[in-house]
Every structure is written in structure tokens, then in C-alpha cells.
């Protein structure tokens, strides 16, 4: 409950301190003396944008704090708890601006942002215009104000999950098939260049030993014809192997003088003896190596060129090929890896989607029961309220799958018609002001008993109505008041007198200083308020009588 409203240096008012109550409170005032400032005031405590021409003229800052009762079970709390704010039955909201362009927001005097101001507020006050751009006459908010009336926070979770659970894994499934198709814009080159890698099979180093292998060769004949004289020169008679035997038959017979350069001497014609028989063998098995040695210089040619050919198509070195390979048949196994990811997630995806629809349908028909008893509950308001004629129903539309959101796969449009037998057209189409006005107070009424913590603002509901019809909005607004504490700025005699509570908006000018001033009224004065409302500037009596009649009845 709004218990006090200080503003200081707002338009026209310098210090103003007001006291509220439960109840109805009722605001009067001539035209022009400054009820729209305390609403813009309010504007401010609700986290609205500021206009800093709102700033008194000649003043540096102004600001406009609010006090509110808290119950504890308020669903505040859990916002308060939420930003950390501490609070025990009170709460003070302070708005505070200057002539510098800049704001602050306070909740028990801790500095919060503008959004969080909003989302606070929006639990403490509704302020409701004659013909508001958002609220009741915007039909994007039907279905949100239809679901806190259903009660039904539990479907509404469900959907709102497996929405979001279907949403994340399409975005990962549209992911992995773009991944799919940027990679199989290249599947055939992937797949034939390992083709060529497996078939080619290179090995680490090929590339040197065939270079060996090529000169080797290539100077084939060379080799054989060199090993072949080397072998004659060492074979034939009076050959080297003859030379060093009958140099060790010369030697044996010195065998037993003890002298150290014969000795050496023996040691090495003994060492080039063994040299020489190990130089024949190296030379026979060099022959019979070349003899079975069945490679030839064009399948070394075409090797080194097929491995040089990959090389470069790859851009990089022949060794390399190798790690190519490998590479490429990561991406092979990767390519029918996510073949089977898609498959998988499609029938994640498949799943998801069928629960979606599922909790969509279900939320649909508790909001289609939800929407007969709301309509009904609102079609025994209108004769109150001078309605007997008018109807109100609620369409709901199935949306396209496409068409889906956190909220489900409905639409609901608030309808009404204002004579028998009329067309039902959207709430906001409905050409009377004051018949409009009406309407909204009648959903207003209903929709507050699920939402009953809020203070609620009406600015000038009943404009465009009188007599009987004005009677009935004050007589429904008293009865709001009962339960909730009701504000209404009015210029209705009528709607003034079944307030609980009256304030009085005037505008004083002392020494060409003009300020407004809003003043609670005893029984007394509010008979010659509502005595002016009746017959304009000059009261009559028989307008005071008037205002005896409305305040008695």
C-alpha cells in the first residue's frame, strides 16, 4: 500500500507531502491546476523515462520518494531478494533528477538501475489511463493477463521449457548441418585425395632412398664392370690375394726372432691378408646383391614423381604425405560421424517438439476453460456499470507450429460488443470513450481479485460518461476500494462522492510565485467540492443539496 508521496521542486509544486489510505481515494481539481503532475510523479516512481523539464522552473533538481506497507508475504520480496535489498514492513522508493540530465534510483536508500526500478515497482503500482497504448487496449498483452488470471504457473513452466530445450537444440542442429554441407562441398576431394594417399602408401624417408636407389641405378653398370676388375686384379695369378700369401710363407720363417719391427711388419701383412679376403667378400655378395636386385630406374622414376605430384598438390614436403593421410581420414570418419550426429539430433529435435505440443495443448485448454469463467465474470460486471446490453468474450487462435513462442501456440484477443446483436470487435475498437472507460473498469475489477497487492491509478476512467452510468463507475470503484487500495483522478460529482478518502488539487498564486498544493478534505469541505463539480464555479445551493444527495447515497 502507498502510504506517503513527497515531491519537491516537481513543475509547479515546491514541497509537497501526502498521505494515503486504504480505500478509494478520490482526486478533484479545476482544469489546469496540476492533477496530471502528480501523476507524472508516480511516472517517476514507476521507472518511466524522464522528462527533465519536469524540474520546477529555477530549480537545480527534483525528486519525488514514495512510501509504501509491505505485507511479507508480498510477492515483492522475492524481487527485493532477488537485487539483494533489504526490507522489513516499509519501503522507500527515491527518484531524484537534475538540470544535468541525470537520474538516480533508490530502494532503501541502495542505488538500483532505472529497469530495476520498473521491475519493483510494477509489483507495488498499476497506473491505469483512459486510453493507455499499452495494458489492457494492447492485444499482445491479452494472453499474459488472460495466464495470471488462469493460475495455472505450472503449464505454463512446462511450455516454456520444452520450448526453450527445442529451440537450443535446433540451433545446434542447424549448426551441425551447415557444418555438414560446408564440409561436403569438399567430400569428393577428401575422399579421392586419401583414396590416392592410401593406394600410394608413402613411408618416412622414402624420398631419400629412392634418390639412393636412382643413382644407384643409374650407375649399375658402372658398378658391376669396377667390382668385376677389382675381383681380377685380386683373383687372378700373381694377384694381390697371391702376393700377400707368399709374403706370409716369407714371413714364417722370422717368426721366431724377437724383434719389434719384424713383428710389426708380420702384424701387417696378417691384417692386410684378412683385409683382402674380407674386400673379396664384400665384392662377391655386392655381385650376387646386384644380381637378384630386381628394381629398374622407371618404377623409381614413377614413384618419385607420383610422391612429388602429392607433394605438391598439397603443399607440402613428401615426408608430410604421411600426416595428409592421416588427416584426411579424420575428416572422412568426421563426415560420417556427423551424418550420424544429424540423424541423432533430428530425432532429439522430433522428440522435443512433440512434448512442446504437447504442454502447448494442454496450456491452450486450461486457458480456453480459463477464458469462459473470466468472460462470464466479467460479463456480470457490465450491468453494473450500465452495460446491459454489452458483451465481452475472449477469443483464443490455435498459431502455426512456425508461429510459436515461450508462451505457447495461442493468441488471445479481448472482444466486445456494446449492443445486442452487434459484432464483437477487439476491446480497443470500441468507439466510445466512455463506454470503453467502462469496459475497463469491469476487467479491471475481475482481473485485480487474482492480483490483489497492487495500488491501482485510474486517470480520469470515467470520462465521457455521467448521470447513472458515472454513478455505477463510482459504486464499482468503492467496491475495488474495499479490497484494494484504489486511486482516481476524476472530474465526475458522481464518481467523487462514493470515495473513501478525497484530495483536493489546487493552484496558488502569491506574488507571481504559482505552486500546487493537494490537500485532504473533512466531510464538510468535500460537500463544497463536489457542490463546485455539480454546478460549475459559482455553487448554488441546490447544488449543495445535490452533494448531500450523492455523498448520502
Known amino acids: 500500500m502507498l502510504k506517503e508521496l513527497i515531491i519537491k521542486n516537481i513543475v509547479l509544486i515546491k514541497s509537497?507531502?501526502?498521505?494515503?489510505?486504504?480505500?478509494?481515494?478520490?482526486?478533484?481539481?479545476?482544469?489546469?491546476?496540476?492533477?496530471?503532475?502528480?501523476?507524472?510523479?508516480?511516472?517517476?516512481?514507476?521507472?518511466?523515462?524522464?522528462?527533465?523539464?519536469?524540474?520546477?522552473?529555477?530549480?537545480?533538481?527534483?525528486?519525488?520518494?514514495?512510501?509504501?506497507?509491505?505485507?511479507?508475504?508480498?510477492?515483492?520480496?522475492?524481487?527485493?531478494?532477488?537485487?539483494?535489498?533489504?526490507?522489513?514492513?516499509?519501503?522507500?522508493?527515491?527518484?531524484?533528477?537534475?538540470?544535468?540530465?541525470?537520474?538516480?534510483?533508490?530502494?532503501?536508500?541502495?542505488?538500483?538501475?532505472?529497469?530495476?526500478?520498473?521491475?519493483?515497482?510494477?509489483?507495488?503500482?498499476?497506473?491505469?489511463?483512459?486510453?493507455?497504448?499499452?495494458?489492457?487496449?494492447?492485444?499482445?498483452?491479452?494472453?499474459?493477463?488472460?495466464?495470471m488470471y488462469s493460475n495455472h504457473n505450472h503449464l505454463i513452466e512446462n511450455t516454456k521449457i520444452s520450448f526453450y530445450k527445442m529451440v537450443e537444440l535446433q540451433k545446434k542442429l542447424e549448426e551441425t548441418k551447415i557444418y555438414e554441407k560446408e564440409i561436403c562441398n569438399d567430400n569428393q576431394w577428401i575422399i579421392e585425395s586419401f583414396d590416392q594417399?592410401?593406394?600410394?602408401?608413402?613411408?618416412?624417408?622414402?624420398?631419400?632412398?629412392?634418390?639412393?636407389?636412382?643413382?644407384?641405378?643409374?650407375?649399375?653398370?658402372?658398378?658391376?664392370?669396377?667390382?668385376?676388375?677389382?675381383?681380377?686384379?685380386?683373383?687372378?695369378?700373381?694377384?694381390?690375394?697371391?702376393?700377400?700369401?707368399?709374403?706370409?710363407?716369407?714371413?714364417?720363417?722370422?717368426?721366431?726372432?724377437?724383434?719389434?719391427?719384424?713383428?710389426?711388419?708380420?702384424?701387417?701383412?696378417?691384417?692386410?691378408?684378412?683385409?683382402?679376403?674380407?674386400?673379396?667378400?664384400?665384392?662377391?655378395?655386392?655381385?650376387?646383391?646386384?644380381?637378384?636386385?630386381?628394381?629398374?630406374?622407371?618404377?623409381?622414376?614413377?614413384?618419385?614423381?607420383?610422391?612429388?605430384?602429392?607433394?605438391?598438390?598439397?603443399?607440402?614436403?613428401?615426408?608430410?604425405?604421411?600426416?595428409?593421410?592421416?588427416?584426411?581420414k579424420l575428416k572422412i570418419d568426421q563426415i560420417d560421424n556427423n551424418k550420424f550426429e544429424i540423424d541423432k539430433l533430428e530425432k532429439e529435435y522430433e522428440d522435443l517438439k512433440s512434448e512442446f505440443i504437447l504442454n502447448s495443448k494442454l496450456l491452450s485448454g486450461s486457458r480456453r476453460k480459463s477464458a469462459m469463467n473470466l468472460s462470464k465474470k466479467i460479463n456480470d460486471e457490465l450491468p453494473f456499470l450500465k452495460l446491459e446490453n454489452a458483451n465481452f468474450k475472449i477469443k483464443i487462435e490455435n498459431l502455426e507450429f512456425e508461429n510459436a513462442s515461450e508462451k505457447g501456440m495461442d493468441r488471445a484477443t479481448f472482444l466486445a460488443s456494446t449492443n445486442i446483436g452487434a459484432d464483437t470487435l477487439p476491446i480497443n475498437k470500441i468507439a466510445s470513450g466512455g463506454e470503453l472507460s467502462r469496459f475497463l473498469l469491469a476487467i479491471k475489477v475481475v482481473l485485480e481479485t487474482v492480483n490483489p497487492k497492487?495500488?491501482?491509478?485510474?486517470d480520469e476512467i470515467d470520462s465521457g460518461i455521467g448521470g447513472a452510468a458515472a454513478n455505477a463507475v463510482g459504486i464499482r470503484l468503492a467496491k475495488l476500494g474495499d479490497n484494494y487500495q484504489t486511486m482516481v483522478v476524476t472530474h465526475s460529482p458522481q464518481v467523487t462522492s462514493?470515495?473513501?478518502?478525497?484530495?483536493?488539487?489546487?493552484?496558488?498564486?502569491?506574488?507571481?510565485?504559482?505552486?500546487?498544493?493537494?490537500?485532504?478534505?473533512?466531510?464538510?469541505?468535500?460537500?463544497?467540492?463536489?457542490?463546485?463539480?455539480?454546478?460549475?464555479?459559482?455553487?448554488?445551493?441546490?447544488?449543495?443539496?445535490a452533494a448531500y444527495k450523492l455523498l448520502d447515497t
Not at 669396377?226 to 700373381?238: C, G, S
Not at 497492487?454 to 485510474?458: A, D, E, G, L, M
Open 16 to 147: 509537497l507531502n501526502i498521505e494515503f489510505n486504504r480505500g478509494l481515494s478520490v482526486l478533484t481539481g479545476e482544469t489546469g491546476t496540476g492533477k496530471s503532475i502528480l501523476l507524472d510523479s508516480l511516472g517517476l516512481i514507476l521507472g518511466n523515462r524522464v522528462d527533465f523539464s519536469l524540474i520546477r522552473k529555477g530549480e537545480k533538481e527534483g525528486s519525488v520518494t514514495a512510501l509504501f506497507h509491505i505485507k511479507e508475504n508480498h510477492i515483492v520480496a522475492q524481487f527485493l531478494d532477488k537485487y539483494n535489498i533489504e526490507f522489513e514492513k516499509e519501503l522507500l522508493i527515491r527518484r531524484h533528477i537534475n538540470v544535468n540530465s541525470k537520474s538516480k534510483c533508490f530502494i532503501n536508500d541502495m542505488l538500483v538501475t532505472r529497469n530495476v526500478l520498473s521491475e519493483i515497482t510494477d509489483c507495488l503500482i498499476e497506473l491505469q489511463g483512459q486510453f493507455e497504448d499499452r495494458g489492457l487496449l494492447n492485444i499482445k498483452t491479452h494472453l499474459s493477463l488472460l495466464d
Open 197 to 328: 594417399l592410401n593406394l600410394l602408401d608413402p613411408k618416412l624417408g622414402e624420398e631419400d632412398k629412392l634418390n639412393k636407389t636412382k643413382i644407384f641405378l643409374n650407375n649399375r653398370e658402372k658398378i658391376f664392370v669396377t667390382i668385376n676388375q677389382a675381383k681380377l686384379i685380386i683373383d687372378e695369378d700373381e694377384g694381390i690375394e697371391d702376393l700377400i700369401n707368399k709374403l706370409c710363407k716369407i714371413f714364417e720363417i722370422l717368426n721366431s726372432v724377437d724383434r719389434s719391427n719384424i713383428n710389426q711388419a708380420i702384424d701387417i701383412v696378417n691384417k692386410i691378408k684378412v683385409d683382402v679376403e674380407e674386400l673379396k667378400s664384400l665384392l662377391n655378395g655386392e655381385n650376387i646383391e646386384m644380381s637378384e636386385d630386381t628394381q629398374n630406374i622407371d618404377y623409381v622414376n614413377d614413384r618419385l614423381h607420383e610422391l612429388r605430384s602429392q607433394a605438391r598438390k598439397h603443399d607440402c614436403n613428401i615426408d608430410d604425405l604421411i600426416k595428409i593421410k592421416s588427416e584426411l
Open 454 to 458: 497492487r495500488t491501482i491509478i485510474f
Open 498 to 545: 462514493k470515495g473513501h478518502h478525497h484530495y483536493l488539487v489546487q493552484k496558488d498564486n502569491k506574488n507571481n510565485n504559482i505552486t500546487t498544493n493537494i490537500t485532504q478534505l473533512n466531510e464538510n469541505e468535500r460537500v463544497e467540492e463536489i457542490a463546485r463539480m455539480v454546478s460549475g464555479s459559482k455553487i448554488t445551493n441546490e447544488a449543495r443539496e
